[in-house]
């Protein structure tokens, strides 16, 4: 199978994302992670850009064993030097030459004419050989260029023994079939071509980079640019996870390969998003955190069955222990079931009813249900109380300067319809007042607490209240994204109980009598 070399380029380019600032160690860390993902070659800085830059360039080419150790330099001797600073000691050093060819360019930007450009280029060449035995030469904004000027280009820097030609879209411009085309043509008309590696370095502005990095490949391309999550100026660059996991993918289709060690990339992808702050879409191809999760009860139901319904790729591929199915209210009996097993609960047919349609009442109100959330609902159900009484609705008012009020509305043995309004010294205390008017029950609150079983600001709120009558004490447990709704519930639920052990404790006296 044909290889591809992937040129890595997050420490360079991927820097470039405006706010990112990488330190020497942090460079460090990046470096040797990318040896364990196994890139080819690493381009670790801008050398003339800064001192540091410099420094940590070196830093990262002493360090490193196994990958060929790049450094960016503009067409200018002075740039050259850096570079030969910055690459003392690397086991395998590269310099990495570019200018700009488009007519854009060469009129705003250079003011050069295309012979100006054509002699600039060769003469940093010629000085670059002097000191390097490997260069790769770019011709920044080659997807703006002239054809015929870019073989031109092409051919100087092939005379000139440069290994590497690289053919960037700058500025993301093209699509992949005149992107694709361009290989064709220097394949075809740029003589001893075979002598160079040819590679291909896209950029995101129109969301076509992998694609064009794609169709590079299938016209010739020797070496991908890129870098982890697609971080770089702009709207970043070429993703390397994506082409590497679309050529493992489509392996067919493509007949070409990166020798990444895929098990790395989600490692590889965490680091650089935590050292660069970069965070990484939810959705992001192969290491979005949605990348292998599935939320809808249909693709949850056909993963269960078999994962390839709905998976083209395995999370263990890329590392990732494994596929989530997160719960929401998109999902079905199926998941839900399933993750009940794997909390170890044993639910029969009617309680797992019950549980689902809580379950779904509460995905309505939350974008995400957690595992603490379904241990509390399915807790609470599991506890078989008769109700006498049930909340229906509860409406609360309150105001800073103005009396707490709440109203409820109860039925109770499911039939009668209590409603009743109290005030209170706060809104639970007027829910609480309300309540012992609708039922009649005279009861004391011995306890209350609160605590938050899941996280959010739509966390659920769980309320434990103690209410004691004579000398009969009963707990009782209320569960709702609102505090106020999980007290009134927790309040009824105590009642219920507390009328249950009451017909207990009775039939206790009379049997004593
Ligand atoms: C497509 C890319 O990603 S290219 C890489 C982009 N990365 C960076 O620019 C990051 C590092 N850059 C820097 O730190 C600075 O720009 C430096 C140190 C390189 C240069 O800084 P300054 O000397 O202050 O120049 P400044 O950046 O303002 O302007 C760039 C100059 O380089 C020239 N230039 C641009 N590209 C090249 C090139 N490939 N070869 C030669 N000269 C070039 C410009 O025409 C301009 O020249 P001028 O001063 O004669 O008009
Ligand atoms: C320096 C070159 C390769 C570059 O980053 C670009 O053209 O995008």
Known sequence: MRKIYVFDTTLRDGEQSPGVNLNTR??????????KLGIDR???GFPAASPGDLAAVNAVAKAVKNVTVIGLSRSREHDIDAVR???????DPCIHIFLATSPIHRKHKLRMEKHQVLETAQSALRYAKKYFSKIEFSLEDAGRTELDFMVEMVSMAVNEGVKVVNIPDTVGYLNPSEYGAIFKHLKENVPDIEKVQLSAHCHND???ATANTLAAIQNGADQIEGTINGIGERAGNTAI????????????FFGAKTSLNLSEISRTSRLVSKLTGMVVPGNKAIV?????????????DGMLKEKTTYEIMTPETIGLKESKLVLGKHSGRHAFREKLQDMGYE?????????FSRFKELADKKKEVSDDDIMALVEEKLIDTPEVYKLETIYVTYGNRSVPTAKVRIIKDQEQELEEEAEGNGSVDAIYNAVDKATGEEVTLSDYSIKSVSRGKDAQGEVHVVLTQNDVSAQGRGLSTDILEASARAYVDALNQLIEKRKTFSRRERASL
Do not use: V
């Not at 600073?85 to 086991?91: F, N, V, Y």
């Open 85 to 91: 600073e910055a690459l003392i000691g690397a086991q």
């Open 241 to 252: 996870e994506e082409i590497a996991m679309a050529l493992e993918t489509r392996q067919e």
């Open 206 to 208: 129109l969301g076509m």
């Open 347 to 355: 639910l029969d047919e009617q309680q797992l009813n019950q549980a």
């Open 26 to 35: 942090e460079k460090l860390e990046i470096a040797y992670q990318l040896e």
């Open 42 to 44: 690493m381009e670790a």
């Open 288 to 300: 979005g955190a949605n990348a292998f999760a599935h939320e809808s009860g249909i693709h949850q």
